[in-house]
């Protein structure tokens, strides 16, 4: 299986909303609507930021969404804040599962 | 709370084996699968395999399959994850990490453990 393909890098200022894509197949994310993100700061364990393709954990902010089209998720970071810099990775259940190579999201 | 502790750093020679180990607290252990992901230096994560704390019943990553073992001790709701013939491309964090059984997202992740493969 191949990984799910995401730009290397985003950047945004402060305020604003970026948008990280995570374009699979119709093996994998077009088939199921289990794509997750996860943000990892570095030196850190990846965290849990959506579910099913649009579902929150608790204690995530609601800056973070997800959606889908096709074969295409999309994660989206509104209010830009310090903090979200970060790297971002996508994940699909594909029976079983695929990551996306990782996106560096740096505010500016 | 939920956790995942993951046992510390190895240096192997290439061909050893390495046994990583990744204690749960905080849920039902056996309610629950543990998948394990690593992450090679600078790059990104790469799914190994998933094991059901239930049942045993394994999946592993294709690229792995004969290399790697997964399996669980209830008694101590520990995970384990041994990797054989290991090459210098092994080098790498290895985490853990809690999946729910009718779900398919991981959740939460132990700290990780880097095991450095080096002659």
């Known amino acids: 299986q191949s990984a799910l393909t995401q730009p290397a890098s985003v950047s945004g200022s402060p305020g604003q909303s970026i948008t990280i894509s995570c374009t699979g197949t119709s093996s994998d994310v077009g088939s199921y609507n289990l794509v997750s993100w996860y943000q990892q700061h570095p030196g850190k364990a990846p965290k849990l930021m959506i579910y099913e393709v649009s579902k929150r954990p608790s204690g995530v902010s609601n800056r973070f969404s997800g959606s889908k089209s096709g074969n295409t998720a999309s994660l989206t970071i509104s209010g830009l804040q310090a903090e979200d810099e970060a790297d971002y990775y996508c994940c699909s259940y594909a029976a079983p599962w695929v990551f996306g190579g990782g996106t560096k999201l740096t505010v500016l | ?119």
């Open chain 2, 1 to 119: 709370q939920v956790q995942l502790v993951q046992s510390g750093a190895e240096v192997k020679k290439p061909g050893a084996s390495v046994k990583v180990s990744c204690k749960a607290s905080g849920y039902t252990f056996t309610s629950y699968g543990i998948s394990w992901v690593r992450q090679a230096p600078g790059q990104g994560l790469e799914w190994m395999g998933w094991i059901s704390a239930y049942n045993g019943n394994t999946n592993y990553a294709q690229k792995l399959q004969g290399r790697v073992t997964m399996t669980t001790d209830t008694s101590t709701s520990t995970a384990y994850m041994e990797l054989r013939s290991l090459r210098s491309d092994d080098t790498a964090v290895y985490y853990c990490a809690r999946v729910v059984v009718a779900g398919f997202w991981f959740d939460p992740w132990g700290q990780g453990t880097l095991v450095t493969v080096s002659s």
